[in-house]
């Protein structure tokens, strides 16, 4: 199963805003805290990429064989300390190191949270392997574009997606979500990238 092809709704989006629904999906992840793009963030990074290698060789032996590798992030700030944090202004309102994040890669519902208990028993020379663990989560309502180019270009197109979420009656309801859809290296050009923003929302009351 290639799970980018399985669920190619899941993975699309274009550079217009708009409304869509996402049901509950699976990932294997790690939490972290502070700034994206520091040291232990790119770490985390690299060893979602290794694992989830690790993932598929072993799923590889059963009759459930999958393939992905498009890295997704989860961003939330704590409300108790922070406040309500809205869309446009998600990178901009608080100090991120204040950011909590949870680095995801999308896996089939049948993998299970021992399968990955497993394979981090058995690849402890992969960094962080005792941290990966099982999420499930279901979006509902999300408003989402596409932003291509530099991260840094996202405090520009997040007021978008805001606006089109005003003007629809939606109120930020949970976490900020990117689906990087292109592979990106510390170091490399960003003028390429490719990355699904997306939030859920519910209507304003």
Not at 43 to 50: F, G, P, Q, R, S
Not at 115 to 143: H, K, M, N, P
Not at 177 to 189: A, C, D, K, P, R
Request: charged share 20%.
């Amino acid at each position: 199963m290639n799970i980018h092809e399985q669920y190619k709704d899941y993975f699309t989006a274009t550079e217009k805003p708009e409304a869509i629904e996402i049901g509950k999906a699976s990932y294997v992840s790690i939490i972290g805290e502070g700034s994206p793009g520091t040291t232990a963030f790119y770490e985390k990074k690299a060893a979602i990429k290794e694992f989830i290698i690790a993932l598929e060789k072993n799923s590889a032996l059963t009759d459930h064989a999958f393939t992905s590798r498009i890295v997704e992030i989860f961003y939330w700030f704590d409300p108790e300390k922070v406040g309500f944090v809205d869309i446009g202004r998600f990178y901009t309102t608080v100090n991120l190191d204040l950011l909590h994040y949870r680095i995801a890669i999308r896996i089939p519902d049948f993998v299970t949270n021992e399968a990955i208990a497993q394979t981090a028993r058995q690849r402890q020379d992969i960094a962080f392997a005792s941290g990966f663990e099982l999420f499930t989560y279901t979006a509902g309502t999300c408003v989402q574009l596409l932003h291509t180019g530099p991260f840094a270009g996202e405090l520009q197109t997040l007021p978008v997606l805001q606006r089109f979420a005003t003007d629809n009656g939606f109120k930020k309801s949970g976490m900020h979500h990117e689906i990087h859809l292109t592979n990106f290296e510390v170091g490399e050009s960003q003028a390429h990238l490719q990355t699904i923003l997306r939030d859920p929302v519910a209507k304003q009351q």
